[in-house]
């Protein structure tokens, strides 16, 4: 699927939602960084990659269920069908 050029329209608590947890997802990452600097122990640093792993399927998760209640049903009651098979590439890449 090719990169759309549609937006979407969030809150400014949306956006404030969504960047704190990137923010906390960047601090984990330069945590990594950090550990490995610090010739921290392997498992300590596979542990922070899963942790880091699981904050962005949180991530993910949230954009979808909030593009699934939005985008989604305003392109459905709006007979764009195709919303359809978007959706349905959506869970085939988040769950790979």
Known sequence: ?????????????????????????????????????DDRYCSDILIQISAINNS????????LKNHLSTCIVNDIKNDKLEAVDEIIYLFKIMNK
């Open 56 to 63: 962005l399927k949180s991530l993910g998760n949230e954009i």
């Open 1 to 37: 699927m090719k990169e759309s050029c549609r937006k979407k329209y969030r809150t400014e608590e949306e956006k404030k939602k969504l960047t704190k947890r990137i923010n906390i997802i960047e601090g984990q990452i330069n945590g990594i960084k950090q550990m490995i600097n």
